[in-house]
């Protein structure tokens, strides 16, 4: 199975706050990432978070990271529609980083 | 100025052609990746070169074959190329082997038809 996972699309209003999930598996997860990809380009970081983090913010990104459940989260506030993209979640325990399927976010009037 | 580039941006070509796909990064990084990433967007990592050494070679068939001439150059060549080859191939580079960022080309779209 994947090590990875997220839903495959999140459906949200403009001006509403959207959250992506994402769970692994990887115990030894040092880093662990949010990518954004828009349509026909390369992925572009978002932000990271150390493993002995358990929030990061900055500006309208909020990340949450629950270590025991291993779990992960990206929280956009005040979702605009050039938000929309596919958000990949990542993580890197050694030298292979791992990526999920990615989170399509659709960002409707 | 671009920091990873990669050429070409498309490329379709018949089952059983020989091509190859360009990479270059201006970063000054350690590290450079080959990823594929396929039609559900499904991203994998292929390769990892660090100082031009191959660090990472996934179960990737062998008519793949990277190429690093130097640290800020990583090219990918494929041998008879087969209908599932396509795909979309992106570039990356790091800061080292374990670099938090990595930064990726725009990609290459590979049609084999």
């Known amino acids: 199975g994947e090590d990875v996972e997220q839903s495959l699309f999140l459906s949200v209003r403009e001006g509403d706050s959207s959250v992506i999930n994402c769970t692994y598996t990887?115990?030894?997860?040092?880093?662990l990432y949010w990518y954004k990809q828009e349509p026909g380009a390369g992925l572009q970081l978002l932000t990271y978070?150390?493993?002995?983090?358990d929030m990061k913010q900055d500006q309208r990104l909020t990340v949450l990271l629950n270590k025991k459940d291993k779990h992960l989260s990206l929280r956009i506030a005040d979702t605009q529609t050039g938000d929309s993209a596919i958000y990949f979640c990542a993580e890197r325990g050694s030298y292979i980083p791992t990526f999920g399927r990615g989170t399509s976010l659709i960002v409707h009037p | 100025d671009t920091a990873v580039s990669q050429t070409p941006k498309y490329l379709v070509t018949q089952m059983g052609n020989d091509k190859s796909i360009k990479c270059e990064q201006n970063?000054?990084?350690?590290?450079m990746y080959w990823y594929k990433q396929d039609s559900k967007k499904f991203l994998k990592i292929m390769f990892s070169y660090n100082n031009k050494e191959l660090i990472i070679n996934e179960t990737v068939p062998n008519r793949f074959s990277p190429k690093s001439p130097d640290k800020a150059h990583l090219n990918l060549h494929i041998n008879s190329l087969e209908l599932g080859d396509s795909a979309v191939y992106f570039c990356?580079?790091?800061?080292?082997?374990?670099?938090?960022?990595?930064?990726f080309g725009q990609g290459t779209r590979l049609t084999v038809v």
């Open positions: 970063l000054g990084h350690d590290t």
């Open positions: 978070i150390f493993s002995n983090m």
């Open positions: 990356a580079s790091s800061q080292g082997p374990t670099g938090t960022e990595a930064f």
């Open positions: 990887d115990s030894s997860s040092t880093y």
